[in-house]
Structure formats: C-alpha cells, structure tokens
Nanobody, 119 residues
Framework: HVQLVESGGGSVQAGGSLRLSCAAS????????LGWFRQIPDREREGVAG???????SYADSVKGRFTISQGSAKNTVYLQMNSLKSEDTAPYYC??????????????RGQGTQVTVS
C-alpha cells in the first residue's frame, strides 16, 4: 500500500519560509499525482499544490507566487517550498498521492501530516 511520510513543519514568523518534504513509497502507477493539502478544523480541505508525474504543477490561488512544489530526482519525493508565509497559512499540511489530480480527496492515501504555524 502507499505510504507517505512528511517532515519539515514548524513555527515561523510572518514573512518567513519553510520547506516541507514528503517521501512516498508503495505505488507502481506510472501516472499519478503527489500533492499537499491543508485542513483547518471545521473547514474543508484545501488543495495547496500538486505535481503530476509528467512534471506539470497546480496551485491554489491563495498560494500562487509564494509556494513552489517540486520533485526529487527519483520522483518519489516531493517538496513544498513556502515563502512569504502568512498567518492564514497556519494549518496541518498533508502529503497525498492519487491516481487523479484530486489529491485532496478523502479517497487518496495521505501521510500523518506536519503542522505549520505562522505567527
């Protein structure tokens, strides 16, 4: 089964930066999507950034120009570089894998999450 392990969360002041990492394993599909979503309590999941196996990327409007998603050379590691962080970016961030681009869907495997706190 698919396993995802996140790292890199933490606390930072507004305007600062953080880099999240996710190591994925257990999948064999040549076409798939890795992404990051966040879910603030009592609110819907928000797909933050996704990257498809062909390298194409997508971003939520709220993070465009500030966040960058990328893959490692082995393509089973995905990174989220977060710059110019704002207090509204505070949330647990989850790495997810999906056979579609709707990586934030509850049907897609996700990691345990890593907390990002911006003050």
């Amino acid at each position: 089964h698919v396993q995802l392990v996140e790292s890199g969360g933490g606390s930072v002041q507004a305007g600062g930066s953080l880099r999240l990492s996710c190591a994925a394993s257990g999948y064999t599909h040549s076409t798939s999507c890795l992404g990051w979503f966040r879910q603030i309590p009592d609110r819907e999941r928000e797909g933050v950034a996704g990257i498809v196996s062909d390298g194409s990327t997508s971003y939520a409007d709220s993070v465009k120009g500030r966040f960058t998603i990328s893959q490692g050379s082995a393509k089973n590691t995905v990174y989220l570089q977060m710059n110019s962080l704002k207090s509204e970016d505070t949330a647990p961030y989850y790495c997810a894998w999906c056979q579609t681009t709707y990586y934030w869907d509850v049907s897609c495997p996700r990691g345990q999450g890593t907390q990002v706190t911006v003050s």
